[in-house]
T-cell receptor, first 117, second 116 residues
């Protein structure tokens, strides 16, 4: 079974600065998707960014970008120009593309990001 | 964009009673629904996966008879917690996937269940 590990329970960043959240995963599969989700205090899960494993180019969405290292099974999230609204729990998630796996997401344990003035 | 409406947002029930949580996809057909449980400051633990018209597939360790899942239509899935006990108190979240979309998951806003 796949596992997703987020080794940073909490992180803090100053407003306008850059922060990187770490995620590693364990899989024997070659085809999969990786995601970062944000869960603010409202508890609503919000997709931040996704990465297809077959793509070598790192995904970017405005201030959010990833560093995807397939061989190292690492998928870190970089938040640039941090804003107060970025404060939330961030979850890394894995989805297998193997047929028959029901497309379920496996989540990491989460990193709580605080943004300070 | 795709919206999943989850109700109720909060519910308090007495021990021994049953509680039903509904998730409705408002503007798309949810061919697959995932139900998660989240403990305070913890990750989302998948409880079960259901496809419309089929029996749910439960994760190891999840009691099928306690957590009844029904996915009778493409827009509605329900989770019923039967004979609830205080240890069932938690935050429950549904997530819907539209058939044909490779990576789109739409999450409900969650239900906080407190069993007293």
């Amino acid at each position: 079974a796949q596992t997703v590990t987020q080794s940073q329970p909490e992180m803090s960043v100053q407003e306008a600065e850059t922060v990187t959240l770490s995620c590693t995963y364990d899989t024997s599969e070659s085809d999969y998707y990786l995601f970062w989700y944000k869960q603010p205090p409202s508890r609503q899960m919000i997709l931040v960014i996704r990465q297809e494993a077959y793509k070598q180019q790192n995904a970017t969405e405005n201030r959010f970008s990833v560093n995807f290292q397939k061989a190292a099974k690492s998928f870190s999230l970089k938040i640039s120009d941090s804003q107060l609204g970025d404060a939330a729990m961030y979850f890394c998630a894995y989805r297998s593309e193997v047929p028959g796996t029901a497309s379920k997401l496996t989540f990491g344990t989460g990193t709580r990001l605080q943004v300070t003035l | 964009g795709a919206v999943v409406s989850q109700h109720p947002s909060r519910v308090i029930c007495k021990s021994g009673t049953s509680v039903k949580i509904e998730c409705r996809s408002l503007d798309f057909q949810a061919t697959t629904m995932f139900w998660y449980r989240q403990f305070p400051k913890k990750s989302l633990m998948l409880m079960a996966t259901s496809n419309e018209g089929s029996k749910a597939t439960y994760e190891q360790g999840v009691e099928k008879d306690k957590f009844l899942i029904n996915h009778a239509s493409l827009t509605l899935s329900t989770l019923t917690v039967t004979s609830a006990h205080p240890e069932d108190s938690s935050f429950y979240i549904c997530s819907a996937r539209e058939g044909g979309r490779r990576y789109g998951y739409t999450f409900g806003s969650g239900t906080r269940l407190t069993v007293v």
